[in-house]
Nanobody
């Protein structure tokens, strides 16, 4: 079974950028759905962005125009480029893959 490991989180000022990376332990070429979720303290886990094996992407309204999800099947990587970050983007971000595989999460904190 594929395992997922995220990296790239950290502390950034409002308006800044971060790129999250998710590396899979095996090939992702046949995985139909991968995505990034986030969970802020006291809230449920929210799907932020997703990408299919055909490259079809979807975003939650609050990040449209600011976040971009992409995948590199040659490197077994999925990325989340986050621009114009806001304090409300603060959360633990999780990489997800069907069928129900989660990474350990990476903390993103947006604060001045």
């Amino acid at each position: 079974q594929v395992q997922l490991v995220e990296s790239g989180g950290g502390l950034v000022q409002p308006g800044g950028s971060l790129r999250l990376s998710c590396v899979a332990s095996g090939s992702i070429s046949s995985i139909n759905f991968m995505g990034w979720f986030r969970q802020a303290p006291g809230t449920g886990r929210e799907l932020v962005a997703s990408i299919t094996s055909r490259g079809i992407t979807n975003y939650v309204d609050s990040v449209k125009g600011r976040f971009t999800i992409s995948r590199d099947t040659a490197k077994n990587m999925v990325y989340l480029q986050m621009n114009s970050l806001k304090p409300e983007d603060t959360a633990v971000y999780y990489c997800y893959s069907t069928p129900g595989i989660w990474g350990q999460g990476t903390q993103v904190t947006v604060s001045s």
